[in-house]
């Protein structure tokens, strides 16, 4: 890690820590050459998951999209911020542990749905309507019924 000040390529580290998060360690580092301290951050490097769209496009898997879904779905629910952030953090894991590199929008839809049943009702509720494009309601009617019925 090159030294910030002076450009020198060798450092000691003098602590490690990770983060909150758990998914970054951060390290406080020494120069080696001028003394001066900065600190780094280590992340694993993730391998790209492509997203294949209802259309046939692809894009990057990106969580943020799921975060923004979940949070609408969520809107005026006791629902707390960290328990949609775990529910995002338990759908990502479960995309990269598949190992697979491209994964359908459908497949990720129902992994969210899945974790919102079990969160908040109301909330899968509102998040199907749109991810299933209820039409009318006959098909949000339907939605309901076999939710009382797993009850």
Not at 68 to 86: D, L, S
Not at 87 to 109: A, P, R
Not at 143 to 150: A, C, G, P
Request: hydrophobic share 35%; glycine share 4%.
């Amino acid at each position: 890690m090159k030294c910030k000040y002076c450009g020198e390529p060798e450092s000691k580290v003098i602590d490690s820590r990770p983060t909150e998060e758990g998914n970054v360690i951060r390290r406080r580092r020494e120069c080696i050459s001028c003394g001066k301290r900065f600190t780094t951050y280590e992340k694993v490097e993730t391998v790209p998951v492509l997203v294949v769209k209802k259309d046939g496009r692809r894009e990057l898997f990106d969580s943020e999209k799921i975060m923004a879904g979940v949070i609408k779905a969520c809107e005026k629910r006791p629902v707390t911020i960290k328990e949609v952030e775990a529910l995002v953090d338990d759908v990502e894991k479960q995309v990269y542990n598949s190992l697979v590199q491209e994964i359908s929008s459908h497949e990720i839809g129902e992994m969210v749905m899945q974790r919102l049943k079990a969160l908040d009702e109301v909330a899968y509720v509102r998040f199907a309507s749109v991810y299933r494009q209820f039409r009318d309601i006959s098909t949000f009617m339907k939605e309901l019924t076999k939710l009382l019925k797993e009850k």
